[in-house]
C-alpha cells in the first residue's frame, strides 16, 4: 500500500478554524476517488474536527492544536485526526443506543455520522498521551 499522497497539517483548537481544515482537505488531489466518497470524507473530517473541539479539547486552549493527517492510497482513504483530551472509549458510545441522540436533537450526531460512512472507525490513546481517531474509507 503506497501512499499516492499525504498530507499533515495542524489547526488551532477552535471551531472557527473549521473553514481552514475543509479548504486545506480540498486542496488534496483525488482523481481516484468518486466525488461522492470525496464529499462524504469531507462531511467525516468536518465531523472529526468539530467533535475534538467541542469535546475533547473544551477545557483546554485553543493553542493546544488538532491535528490531521490525510493518506490517499490507491483503494482507500485513511484519516487520522490527533486530539490532546482526555481518553474517551468511542466503542462503548457507539454500542450503547441510549448514548447516541434521537432523531429529533439538534446535534450530536457526528458519532453516527462517521460510523455510517467510515469503512473502519477506531479511536486509541497513542505513546505521546494524544487520541487518535482513524477513519478509513475504501472505495
Not at 501512499?3 to 482523481?31: G, N
Not at 474536527?49 to 490517499?72: C, D, Q, W, Y
Request: hydrophobic share 40%; net charge neutral; aromatic share 8%.
Amino acid at each position: 500500500m503506497k501512499d499516492l499522497q499525504k498530507s499533515i497539517q495542524q489547526f488551532p483548537s477552535d471551531l472557527k478554524a473549521l473553514d481552514q481544515v475543509l479548504s486545506w482537505f480540498d486542496q488534496l488531489t483525488h482523481p481516484p476517488i468518486p466525488t461522492i466518497v470525496w464529499l462524504q470524507c469531507k462531511l467525516v473530517i468536518a465531523e472529526a474536527f468539530t467533535n475534538a473541539v467541542r469535546h475533547a479539547h473544551k477545557n483546554l486552549p485553543t493553542s493546544v492544536p488538532i491535528e490531521i493527517e490525510v493518506s490517499l492510497l490507491s483503494h482507500c482513504l485513511e484519516m487520522r485526526i490527533w486530539d490532546g483530551g482526555p481518553p474517551f472509549d468511542l466503542e462503548a458510545r457507539l454500542q450503547t443506543p441510549s448514548l447516541l441522540p434521537d432523531a429529533q436533537a439538534s446535534g450530536g450526531r457526528g458519532l453516527a455520522i462517521m460510523q455510517k460512512i467510515a469503512d473502519k472507525l477506531t479511536y486509541r490513546r497513542t505513546d505521546d498521551n494524544r487520541n487518535c481517531l482513524l477513519i478509513v474509507k475504501f472505495y
